[in-house]
């Protein structure tokens, strides 16, 4: 009997550029997909364990070119890797910006992009928990892309995000 739980490294390379920082670990079993968490990874998630473990309860159902993993309640979930990324990249930056007291300027250095850029970035990172959850488990209304934030205003109260974004 072979053990069918891999690592987020050998099923995901890609979804965990930029996401290091908070997650420590994934692990998909036959009926679930186990997340450990970061101490960072804990503030994102509401529904996490003290412990910073979360399990999400999966099926395999066909789907195109083979057999997908979805939620077991049966929503149909579609992750945005692009939003995710830039999500987790953004709460980097602020964190970096807040620990580490560096100017926008010294990001955008660092990270080898413009200042301008930097800026409409970071703002990624002050979304409401409970989108930026939503968002991690890919259960955002389809409208909300990165490309539609990077166009609008992000509301600073968490319940104006809500409407603003599709959410109420």
Same mark, same amino acid.
């Given at each position: ?12 390379? $890609? ?6 920082? *908070? ?45 997908? /993993? ?9 992750? $945005? ?5 830039? /999500? ?15 100017? *926008? ?30 968002? *991690? ?11 539609? *934030?990077?166009?609008? $205003? ?15």
């Amino acid at each position: 009997m072979t053990d069918s739980r891999q690592t987020s490294s050998q099923i995901l390379p $890609d979804v965990v550029i930029g996401t290091d920082s *908070l997650i420590e670990r994934i692990t998909i079993c036959a009926d679930n997909i186990e997340i450990r968490l970061t101490e960072p990874g804990r503030d994102l998630f509401v529904d996490a364990q003290p412990s910073g473990l979360m399990s999400i309860a999966t099926v395999m159902r066909p789907g195109v070119g083979g057999r997908q /993993i979805v939620p077991r309640d049966g929503a149909s979930a579609r992750v $945005d890797r692009s939003l995710v990324k830039a /999500i987790a990249w953004a709460r980097d930056l602020r964190q970096r910006l807040e620990r580490d007291g560096k100017s *926008l300027d010294e990001l955008a250095r660092e990270d080898g992009c413009s200042r301008p850029y930097v800026s409409s970035m970071i703002r990624l990172a002050y979304l409401a928990p409970g989108i930026t959850q939503s968002v *991690l488990k890919g259960t955002q209304p389809a409208q909300l892309t990165l490309a539609d *934030l990077m166009q609008r $205003d992000i509301p600073i109260h968490w319940g104006e995000q809500r409407r603003a974004f599709g959410f109420s």
